[in-house]
């Protein structure tokens, strides 16, 4: 009997599993006692890190995208179609178009979307404007290029928000930006949190804040948006603030697909231990990545370490043995601070973050990431 191992979505924490697993299991898979499949909706890969460029112009849409056929082992069988439920009991997977799929493991790495027309300001009514999808950062691209006065509001309105570093680097790179076009001394830039602190990690609050107030960014914690007036160009906040804008930019809510509560995988987010990654609701069933409940930030990296957890106790299942590696939460995180230094942090569960120097080194070290990932979602780095 052929082992069928599943994994849905083909993002960074699908790819890099499916790749790592093929090598983990080569020899099973090849005598056809394992079978690996990974299912996208999309068959295309993408590493949105990339899309927090493409406003400024210095990367395009499809820098961000490859062909999931080139990064993928062409061992694993690659399905492109959406799932549209899970059965945990039955252990199948609905598909949109082809059917229904068994397994007998299961990595579920569908990502978190964002919820535009749930957040104030930024849905069909609104003109607020966000980087996590290339359309929306092309829209921002060429707001920005007529954008020579006025105020800039940069607000993260709800939380938890994927890749903790983006509030901090988009604001700090507005500023140098706009310093470089010679716009600083026209342009008043305004960054709005939810919580009594600049950031939700406190390191990196205590990092910032310093900077932005060198930089002479005008800052509001504890900013809950009620309601935006899009035509008036102002944004009304739960205490009464009302907060006037030229550009609003920002970081909407966040949710998993509804796959998740309809298979009866968590509430909300996919419900998993944190430490095997296997999900409370099921058997044979792991989370990877931004659909998860775990307790750290919804970030590449940690889909990246995530993976090889899984990896690890899904090989052991597949031959029989008691998975023993577990996932500590390790993250790294880069924080640029303008265009040419910057610093980063990282933490697991219990330890606390910590940040490093900010060097001009670190800046280039997270260029060349940008440039290597393909390396990584392959699996060989
Ligand atoms: C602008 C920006 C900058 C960022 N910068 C950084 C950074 O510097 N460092 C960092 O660590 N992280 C960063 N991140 C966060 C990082 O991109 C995410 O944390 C990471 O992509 C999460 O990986 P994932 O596999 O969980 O989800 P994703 O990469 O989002 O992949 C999910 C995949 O699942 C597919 N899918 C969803 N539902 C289904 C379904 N029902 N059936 C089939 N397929 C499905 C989706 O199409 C998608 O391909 C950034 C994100 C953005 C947007």
């Known amino acids: 009997m052929t082992t069928e191992i599943v994994i849905v979505g083909g993002g960074v924490g699908g790819t890099v599993t499916a790749n ?32 927090f460029y493409v406003p400024w112009g210095e990367a395009e849409p499809e820098d961000a995208s490859r062909p999931l056929a080139d990064l993928v082992d062409r061992r694993i069988d690659l399905v492109y179609d959406r799932v549209t439920h899970i059965d945990t009991s039955g252990k199948s997977l609905d598909l949109a178009e082809n059917g229904s799929i068994p397994y007998d493991y299961l990595v579920v790495a569908t990502g978190a979307a964002p919820d535009i027309e749930g957040t104030p300001g930024f849905g069909a009514d609104g003109n607020g404007h966000h980087i ?17 006065s006025g105020r800039l509001v940069f607000s993260v309105v ?8 983006v509030p901090i680097e988009f604001t700090m790179l507005a500023d140098a930006r706009f310093r470089q076009l010679g716009t600083r001394d026209d ?7 939810p919580i009594s602190q600049l950031h939700s990690v406190d390191a990196a609050a205590e990092w910032v804040e310093p900077r932005f107030d060198d930089r002479g960014i005008e800052t509001y914690t504890e900013f809950a948006f009620d309601t935006v007036d899009s035509d008036a160009e102002v944004i009304h906040a739960a205490d009464g603030t009302e907060l006037e804008y030229d550009l609003l930019v920002g970081v909407p809510g966040f949710e998993p697909s509804p796959l998740i509560a309809e298979s009866g995988l968590g509430e909300s ?5 944190k430490h095997t990654l296997e999900s ?10 931004d659909v998860t409940n775990i307790p750290t930030s919804k970030a ?26 577990t996932f500590d ?5 880069f924080l640029e601070a303008g265009t040419d230094s910057g610093s980063h942090m990282s933490f697991t569960y219990d330890s606390e973050p910590v940040i490093r120097n900010e060097t001009e080194f670190v800046h280039w070290a997270k260029l060349a990431y940008n440039e290597t990932y393909w390396l990584t979602a392959r699996g060989l780095a």
Do not use: N
């Not at 987010?269 to 231990?273: I, K, R």
């Not at 590449?300 to 597949?318: E, K, M, P």
């Not at 939460?329 to 995180?333: F, L």
């Open 20 to 51: 790592r697993l093929q090598k983990e299991l080569h020899r099973e898979v090849s005598s056809g006692d394992v079978r690996i499949r990974l299912v996208s909706e999309t068959p295309y890969h993408v590493y949105k890190p990339t899309f």
């Open 132 to 148: 996590y999808d290339a359309e929306a950062a092309m829209e921002l691209r060429r707001e920005l290029s007529a954008f020579d």
């Open 158 to 165: 709800e939380m938890p928000h994927v890749c903790p570093a």
């Open 187 to 193: 342009i008043d830039i305004t960054y709005t949190y």
């Open 269 to 273: 987010w996919m419900e998993v231990d």
């Open 280 to 289: 409370d609701h099921a058997d044979g069933v792991f989370g990877v990545g």
């Open 300 to 325: 590449g990296s940690v889909a990246h370490y995530a993976a090889g957890t899984v990896v690890d106790r899904v090989a052991a299942l597949a031959r029989g043995h008691e998975p023993r590696t």
């Open 329 to 333: 939460g390790d993250a790294i995180c």
